[in-house]
Every structure is written in structure tokens, then in C-alpha cells.
């Protein structure tokens, strides 16, 4: 049977609030109204919480959780944080270590209220090993969470510091999609999938040919995979682009074949009209990461303009190192206020902002979730809002984006199973779980 929620606050139902209960069935919202009769499912008390659709974080990289405050990288831009903080250690990740680094960021995710994470994994070289990526598939079914892993890739070496100093032999475009190829088996194309998989290049401009580009472009939109990169974080982009190719990040982005409803990149912070509205005729979308950005004193993208001009606007955590951070309302809290304090008071919306983290990313990469209606995914997410921090809020529906972390989540369901219950795990030992990470992160420090 399945699971009636009662007595919650509010509902957050698209832009509305709703009160009244949700029955869950199989997996999906089966049925909302008014003094539901229990039927047989089990009663959930929702007495103090506001129910929200769960956040769907569109980039991440998880194996990042393991390094916060790296102190070689605390006061580095983009370029010489690559250098020292995730290049540095990233060829010395080991299987396990990856694995409970992924539970650990998919932890810290549910308990920020997400649901679904797309995580930018590129961690692959020549001699890569298949375990490495099977670590995160164990991880995302042991955590219970909906997720879809975003290939990495990279055919050169690149013009990014640090990548050269690995010596580490790139994949070949064949190797790539024969290894995609296998990755396969992961792949449910059904709307309410658990695992998807997506071909992720790690960077457009600075470690692939154009003509692998479109060869991955091609392979991807022959097994209807998603398609996402990092663009124009930094300047470098557009600065690379120019000088390599004669032409702007996003014309050469089009010139291979990536941009197009299928495609969205990380951060965009610095695009001009001209970039934006290729974007937007393209239906190109956008994965905002601000902490991030913030941390790495890369600027703010123009989110406010693109989700105007049609782009699609959503919300990613980006990899912990570079913001310390791995939740989903952290991200939507911060973009409430950024856009603020530089377009006005009435520059964003809390539902525009809802959105963004919500149904936006779960159209974006073809889930069936990220709404609370009927017939959708029972992804859902009771924040309490009896807190100290939340008790006295007058939009009460509203207090968990309003007020950010921390924030105390009761109950999240994914796929309707509580991976939350009573704000406990119900996946993990957490306090097991760090202490594992310990002993292997000792192992790990020994060998840099
Ligand atoms: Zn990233």
C-alpha cells in the first residue's frame, strides 16, 4: 500500500497553496483532496511542515563532496582552483572512496529537501576503470535518489592549468562512446526513471576537438541522451573561443551541433545579448550554481534576463570544493537574494525562484517530477517550519526559501519511499557513514 499525507501546513500545488491531503501509491501522487480516507495506506502526520515539490539539482559533482576548504584552493579563481583542489587529487579517487563520497553529497542534498541529482561526473582517462562510475550507480540506488549521470569526457589534455600536470592519458572519442555504450544498461528513457544517462563533455572549449564534439553531439541524439557542459564560467571561455576558433563560446557551441532543447550548461555567468539570445531561439537551457560562482568570485549569470528571453532556468549545487555547500535550498535561498541586490526588490519572485529548482529541472532532463499533481512522481519533500529560524514567519509557505539553511526536513519521498522519515535516514547511517569516510580520506591524504 502506499501512504496518506494529513495536516500539513500548506501545500506548495504550481504557484498555488494548498491545504488538504495527498495519498501516494506505487510511486506516484495518486490522488489530492480533502479529509482523504486512509484506505488501508499509512498515515503521515505533516502537523508543523510545508510540503514542497522535491528540488531537482541539475549539476553537481559529487565526488567533490570529500573536498571542502581545500586550503590550497580558499582564495583561487576558477583557473588556478582547478589547479589546486580538484585536478590535484582527482586521478587518486579510489572506487570506494568515490562511492562514500557520493552517499555523503547525496546526503546532504535530501536533507536540503532534493530529490533528483544530475551529477557532472569526469573522472575518466584512458586507463579509467569501470568501477569508478559504478560506484555512483551503487551510490544513487543505496541513497534511494533519482538520478542521472552526466558522462564526463575530455579528448585533449586542454588549455585548463592543472590538467596537463596530472599526465594522464585522454580518452579516445571512440573509447568514450564505447564505454557510454555500456553505461546503457543505466538508462531508463521511462518519465518516472530512477537512472538516466547524459553526455557530458566537461568543457566545450578547452578539452575536445570540434569534430568529436559533433560526433558526441550525434551519438547522444541517436540514443536520445540529454546533452550538458560547463560554458563560459570565466572569461577564458569566450577568450579560448575567440582565439581558437574565430568565433563566440556559443556560436561554437552551435557550430558543433550543442545547443538545442536536449542541451543545457553550468553557470553561463558571462554571456552578452547576442550569446543569450542564441540561447534562447535554441531552447538551450541553464543550470544556475551561484554559491558557487559567489565562492569562486566568478560573477553572477544573468538568470533574470534568460528566464525572460525563454531560456530555461535551473538550479544546480555545482561540486562541493568550490562552495562548501550541497544543498539544493541553500542555491535557491542565495538566487532570491543575488538577483535582488542587483535588479531591485521586486526583481524575483520566491515562486519564480521555486520554479527554477523544482519543474524546470525536472522538464529540463525528461523526469516526471518536480510538480505535486496527480500522476506525477510522489517526489516530495515536509520541511518543518516549527523551527526557531522558520516559527514566526507570516508567509509560512514560504519560510523554507525565505530563510534558507538550515532548514529541518521531516520527511522526503522519492519514487514514494521515504528516504526521510521523521527527520532520520532511512538509507544510511550517517554517523557510520562519516566515520568510514574518515578512515579512507586518511588513506587517501597519505597518497598526495
Ligand atoms: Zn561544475
Known sequence: MGYVIKNSESILLNDTVYKGDIRIREGVISELGQ??????????????????PGLVNTHHHLAQSV???????????????????????????????????????????????????????????????PEIEGALWCAARD??????????????????????????????????????????????????SMSRVCMAPTSLIHSCEPAHLKEFAQFARQHQLKMHSHLLEVNFDEEQSQSKYGMSAVEYAASCDWLGEDVWFAHMVHTDKHARALLAESNTSISHCPTSN???????AEALDMDSTGIKVTMGVDGSASSESGSMLQELNLAWLLHRSQHGA???????????????????????????????????????IDSPRMAMVHSPEWAPVLCGEPATVEYSFIQGRPVIAKQESTVVDIHQLISDLRQEMARFMATI
Open 294 to 300: 559567489c565562492r569562486l568570485g566568478s560573477g553572477i
Open 35 to 52: 479529509d482523504l480516507p486512509i484506505q488501508g495506506d499509512e498515515l503521515i502526520d505533516a502537523r508543523g511542515c510545508v510540503i514542497y
Open 143 to 192: 541513497m534511494g535518489m533519482r538520478f542521472m549521470l552526466c558522462r564526463g569526457s575530455a579528448t585533449s589534455l586542454g588549455s585548463h592549468k592543472g590538467v596537463q600536470s596530472m599526465q594522464l592519458e585522454p580518452e579516445t572519442p571512440e573509447l568514450v562512446m564505447q564505454r557510454i555504450e555500456r553505461s546503457l544498461n543505466f538508462h531508463d528513457p521511462d518519465p518516472l
Open 67 to 129: 573536498l571542502k576548504g581545500v586550503p590550497e584552493g580558499l582564495n583561487k579563481g576558477l583557473g588556478e582552483w582547478l589547479a589546486a583542489v580538484p585536478y590535484r587529487f582527482w586521478p587518486k579517487i579510489s572506487p570506494r572512496l568515490m562511492y562514500l563520497a557520493a552517499k555523503l553529497g547525496l546526503y546532504e542534498l535530501q536533507f536540503s529537501g532534493a530529490t533528483t541529482c544530475a551529477d557532472h561526473h569526469y573522472l575518466y582517462h584512458y586507463q579509467s576503470t
Open 346 to 384: 521586486d526583481a524575483i519572485k520566491l515562486n519564480q525562484v521555486m520554479d527554477w529548482g523544482s519543474k524546470h529541472g525536472a522538464d529540463l532532463l525528461g523526469f516526471k517530477s518536480g510538480r505535486i499533481e496527480v500522476g506525477y512522481a510522489a517526489d516530495l519533500v515536509l520541511y518543518r
